[in-house]
């Protein structure tokens, strides 16, 4: 499968890309990162890629790790096959060596199509998509591209993207109360000074910049208050996934 996604955290509309700062930081991890937050893959996990992959810059610079899933037609809820792949700034998903279309070892066939990410809300195709041997694009780029659900990706100017803020990784963004995405950020920047700014691969830095920040310029906690509304803080935004 070939699919076209945009995140909205590392997006930059002037360039209608995504910005690399993790790859640039030598940040993006050579082994896929779900495993280790508790992502269960079904006939995949533990993908890796090389140093020489997260080389590459210009368009097909990596961004970072997602998720492909393939869902049952009848039952869009069971993941039939799951497998981690590479985002580049263009928005392709590819396989762990850079170039290639992401493959799935299961039968041809019609199924639904969904991507995930460590810290984005994923969105799956509102129908079933045949898929075989040679490759099918699925632009989720695109507003022509249905998904399931009510707003299950956020406009951007021209363009889908995947909301941003989903730090828990547990099909919500919340602001405020149990299970928030706000805390973690605070938390991880050392929970006293607001100001302090921590660097590394980490899923509470919600625009992909390399850095986590609670306050000032680019912070990571703004991005979640806009996506819940901007007005009632404890509204919340929930994954369309079945």
Known sequence: ASVQVFLEGP??????????????????PTVEPYSGIGYTHVGGGGETTTPGVL???GNNAVVDWVVLELRATGD????VASRSA?????????????TSAVLFQVPAGSYHVAVRHRNHLGCMTAGAVALSASSTTIDLRSAATS???TQARKTVGSVQALWAGDVRFNADIKYTGSDNDRDPILQRIGGVVPTNVVSGYHPEDVDLDGNVKYTGSDNDRDPILQNIGGVVPTATRQEQLP
């Open 55 to 57: 080389a590459v810059t």
């Open 76 to 79: 869009p809820s069971t993941v």
């Open 147 to 149: 998904t399931f659900g």
């Open 11 to 28: 997006y930059n509309a002037g360039a209608g890309s995504m910005n690399d700062d993790l790859r640039t930081a030598g940040l993006v």
């Open 86 to 98: 590479l985002l580049q700034r263009d928005g392709d998903v590819v396989d762990t060596d850079g």
